[in-house]
Each structure stands twice: as structure tokens, then as C-alpha cells.
């Protein structure tokens, strides 16, 4: 199955993209526990998840071809 | 009451005293209203650490954003007697001193304008899906965190 | 902290939108400035007893009028963080759907300009000698009262 | 004694004029009472007193060429 990821803001700096697609993973904990092996300093930052733009409160199993963003804290105004 | 479709609140760039100016006069012929209230975030030139912010450069979550920011506005419409509500918002590069942030809140009575504002506001800042940059003079920079 | 000396705050007529925008084009170069709020009264064309308001006709104690909106001014600088406060107060004749009331504060953080600009317009409609008669179409009149 | 009486609003429609001036009173009751016998309208009208723009909560001796203002609730903005 592939998962389309999308990072925003501070993020971006450290996977150095802002988008790209993830595949072998059934649900929101696989999915950043293999970002975070991908990407260690992701385990220190900050952020919610949205799943085809709603955010998700508790582990949740991803559809084909969703899309998965990754929120840090909000900064505008 | 009728639906509001969601409606595009991004502008690339600063937002203009101009542009407020001719929001503003949009509003004359609207006669039942007898209230307005602005909020505009400015720039800061915050000096941190010995380096001074020069510009924020905003970016967002444009699709997710547009679906909150229609959600905050019917929230608000439900809550206040509001003859209407204007919200744009700075994507891009906006200098010290240049404005991102226009909420614009019109009622018969002040009270609901007033409210109405600073909430709408206050859920912009918390919920929607923008970030800010603080670019320093030196094109170095630190992401912003906003203040609760 | 500097005294403030009293200044005029009346306009002959309508406060136009260009005034208003000029009034925050000129404070992009106060770079300490986060957030702005503004208070903008407009004339509702109430319609009594099948009369529509066409203008109301403001008038004040002038002298007196000034020493209290320098008092206010005052007290409200003492009590909140501002960098900077703007009120405008129409005198004679305001027709309906134009601005009579403008007051603009501005602040580091957003909280001290939305709470001090609510404070003031509040203070304003109770405390400022000025009053307003609601002309009608046909050029009788009655005489406002605000609501508090 | 003379004072000058100046009234605002609604209280011009009762007087039919903005400033006069007024002789052989006192203090602000003497005042009030002579104004309400001669514009009777007056005594149902409610209205502050301000002597020499300061306003007033009870009655006050009133001095030579001092100027009272009559002043109906306020209705600015």
C-alpha cells in the first residue's frame, strides 16, 4: 500500500522535502515509527497528523493513496 | 440561514493599506450595519539574540486551511448576530512593518462585531494550518511560535 | 512616561476610507508594532415608525469634549501595554452607511490593543459630551441614545 | 451676579437658543430652578450640570462670570 506524506514548516528542514510517498505500512503508529528510523530528529519535534485533511487523535489504519500530512505547531497571524 | 461556501483567504504578499481601504468602503451600502472591528498583524522587527527579524515568509496547508478557516466562520456566524466577516491572510514573504493578518467584523450593534473578532482571531492563530518563518537579516531564520 | 497633551479628535463630516488607510499606512515604520485593532462606527439607516434615518448631525462641548478624551486617553495608556492610540470623533453631518467613529490602538502583542480599543470606544459613547440627531428623510429628527 | 449658560441637544429644542446668560443666582439649585420656570420643559428633561467643564454631583455656589453647561445624555460615536 502507498501513502502519500506531506510535511510543513519546521519539518521540512529535517527531512529536506516537503513531499513524497511511503510504502509497507498499514496504520499511523507504522508509519512514524518508520519516519522516525528514516529520520531520527523527527522523534524530538512536535506535531499532529491529518489524514485526508482531518486530524486524528489515536492510531488510525490508512486507506491507498491517502494522504498523510504532518502538522507542527501553527504559526500564523 | 444560507451556506457559506469556503472562500479563498490567501494573498501572496503583504496585505495593503489600499486594500483595506476599498474593504472598508464596501461596506457603505450595507446600511443595517452600525459597527465595524479591524484586527491586522504587523511584522515585528523582534531582535533575537542580537539579530533582527527582517520579514516572515508564510506557507500553509491550503486545501486543510480553507476547509478550517470555513468551519471557524460558520462556528462564528452561529454564535454572533454578524452582518459579515472578512478574513485574509499573507502567504510569502511579508517584511517588518507590512501586515499579514485582516479580520474584518461588521454588525448592527458593536458588541457582536467586537466579539466576534477577537475570537475569529484567536481560533486563526490555534487552528489553521500556517507557518511563519522569521527571516533574519542575514536571510538566516527560526520558525515562528505564536503566543496563547 | 511622556505627557500627552490634549489633541483635536473631530473631523468635519464623514471619516473616509483614504483617511483610514493613511492612519495605518503610517504606522508600517513603527516596527515594534504586532497588532493593531480598529473600532469604526457607521450609520445604520435605523428605520422609526416607518422613518428612515438619512444622517445624523453630530455636535459637542468641544473644550470640554477634548479634556475628557485627554483624560481617557490617559488612563487607558496606564492600564495597557499600547505603542500607539488614534480616536476621530465626526462632528456635523454624517449620512447613512459613512463612518463617524474611528478608533485604532496598536500594541506589541495583540491582547493590550483588542482589550484597550473596546475599553475606549465604551468610554467614548458614555463619557465623551457629543451628541448625535438622527435626521430623517424628510429632515424631522430625534434625537440618539446609545445603548450601553 | 452673572453667569453664562450654555445647553446642548435636546435641551436647545426646549430653549430655542444655546448660550445666554443668567443674573441674581447663586448657586446651581438657585439656577436650575429659575431655568425651569422659565422653559418648564425643562424639569422633565434629564441633563448633567458642568461648571467650567467639570461636572457637578450636588449643588454648588456658583462665581461671577462662570460658565454652566447643561448637558443631556451623551449620544457620540
Known sequence: ?????????????????????????????????KLQDDYPALSNSKYIIAIDKKVIAENTVLTENCTVALLPPFSGG | MTERKPKNIFITGPITPAFIAESIQQHSSKTTIGGHNIFLGQIRADVISGQTVAAIEYTTYEEMALEKMHEIR?????????????????????????????????SAHRKAAIDACEETVEKIKSELPVWGKEVFEDETYQWKKNNF
Chains 1, 4 share one sequence.
Not at chain 1, 514548516?9 to 498499514?26: A, N, P, S, W
Not at chain 2, 460558520?74 to 502567504?91: G, N, Q
Open chain 1, 1 to 33: 500500500m502507498k501513502v502519500n506524506i506531506i510535511l510543513f514548516g519546521q519539518l521540512t528542514d529535517i527531512t529536506g522535502t516537503d513531499t513524497f510517498t511511503v510504502e509497507g505500512v498499514d496504520d499511523t503508529t507504522g508509519l512514524t515509527n
Open chain 2, 74 to 106: 460558520e462556528a462564528i456566524f452561529a454564535k454572533y448576530p454578524l452582518t459579515c466577516m472578512h478574513v485574509y491572510h499573507s502567504l510569502g514573504r511579508v517584511a517588518a512593518g507590512e501586515i499579514s493578518l485582516f479580520v474584518f467584523t461588521s
